[in-house]
């Protein structure tokens, strides 16, 4: 920024969203900074007991959705070692095969459209009593006053998106929930103050390796924020981030809180101002209707130029299915083993897909950095379909095997 009052105007901006934010913000249909707001009690509790008057008397909960509509579910999951709550978002046989022998199961499917394919996809599969999280025409409405100013990635904290499994993963006590939502308005304000001063810092420096101190489990919903967000937007910009694991040369550390809530937001508030200083569009993600729109059978037509430079990264995605997420020794961390040995001097990165193609695709599109080993499993047509078409999208600086 160029000096103090710059620097508190943009920060007013963000808590009002008003200024550059109305550009930045907006993703092309409307402004997505509902985010920023910090949701009323009264609305929370209206909306939860909705939603224990629909899943009373189940007692397995399947959330079933893509990106940052299930990212924040997965870590909740694995924070609270939650034991009622799992989550779906591949249709590889073998991950709808571990969830088809529980009791008392009700699938709880989010999309904001409505219209997500693979969403649409397992909740048929699935064929169990399921409710829908919707911007609007859902049996339980996304955003707590009805509105669709939120897109995926910024949906945790302040949606159903976070506060559904957490209601079921604390039993349905709503003053336990209000004691963490109390908690979490009183250290909003610092937030904000704090992680702006660290967002244009960042930028100042054009900083676009970022390695994110903060509990692993949130390490696939970070990376998305930060991916999509930044990714392949302005020029000569490339994103990378990693979560954990010891210093890496080139990458700048953030470190975030070790309380869920607070931790989310730090990021978003710092994403939001490292976007304000670049000129980012940080809520939308024009790049992955490329894939979509050769799966819908449109021609593509490569419309960026990318001079591969010399490759730092090799990020694999799997397109199908992988046990243990994070790994402890699970498929995920063999595929690394396996790629790091091949390609040593290089950063190995190891996703899942189509997962990756919600939370990372954006980054991917114009990145001449990374080379991309896209793995079709054949356990899908559907599958196979996106694997091609992400091919296609990316060729030069991928491999399809």
Request: hydrophobic share 40%; glycine share 8%; net charge negative.
């Amino acid at each position: 920024m160029n000096n103090i009052n710059d620097s508190f105007q943009g920060l007013q901006d963000l808590i009002n969203k008003t200024g550059k934010y109305e550009i930045i913000g907006n993703d092309g249909v409307c402004m997505r900074m509902g985010w920023v707001d910090h949701q009323p009690w009264e609305l929370i509790e209206t909306q939860l007991k909705k939603l224990d008057e629909l899943t009373t008397g189940y007692d397995n909960f399947i959330f079933s959705a893509m990106g940052g509509s299930i990212n924040a579910i997965k870590a909740l999951k694995i924070i609270y070692k939650a034991q009622n709550i799992y989550t779906i978002d591949s249709l590889d046989p073998r991950a709808q095969a571990e969830l088809e022998g529980l009791n008392s199961a009700m699938v709880v499917a989010i999309s904001k459209s409505g219209t997500t394919k693979e969403t649409l996809t397992l909740a048929q599969r699935l064929n169990k009593p399921t409710i829908w999280l919707k911007d609007k025409d859902g049996d339980l409405p996304i955003q707590f006053d009805g509105g669709n100013d939120i897109g995926g990635r910024f949906s945790a904290p302040e949606t159903m998106v976070f506060w559904a499994p957490l209601f079921l993963i604390m039993n349905r006590d709503l003053n336990k929930l209000k004691e963490i939502w109390t908690k979490f308005g009183e250290k909003r304000e610092e937030i904000i103050e704090r992680m702006w001063t660290k967002g244009q810092e960042l930028a100042e420096k054009k900083c676009q390796y970022f390695q994110i101190d903060v509990n692993m489990a949130l390490e696939t919903w970070v990376t998305q924020l930060f991916e999509e967000s930044l990714g392949s937007k302005i020029a000569d910009y490339f994103p990378k981030t990693i979560v954990g694991g010891p210093p890496v040369g080139g990458f700048t550390t953030i470190k975030l809180s070790e309380d869920t809530m607070e931790a989310m937001f730090e990021a978003q508030v710092c994403v939001a101002s490292i976007a304000h200083s670049l000129g980012i569009v940080f809520v939308n993600q024009p790049s992955v209707e490329k894939y979509k729109g050769i799966m819908r059978g449109e021609k593509f037509v490569q419309d960026i130029k990318v001079p591969i430079l010399a490759q730092k990264f090799v990020e694999v995605v799997n397109y199908g299915y992988m046990k243990e997420y994070p790994p402890v020794g699970g498929e995920r961390e063999n595929l690394k083993k396996e790629y790091q040995a091949k390609y040593p001097d290089k950063i190995v990165l190891v996703f899942e897909g189509s997962d990756w193609n919600h939370h990372s695709y954006q980054a991917a599109y114009g990145n001449p950095e990374t080379l991309f080993v896209l793995i079709d499993r054949g356990t899908d047509p559907i599958l196979t379909d996106i694997a091609k078409a992400t091919y296609e999208t990316l060729k030069g600086r991928a491999e399809l095997v």
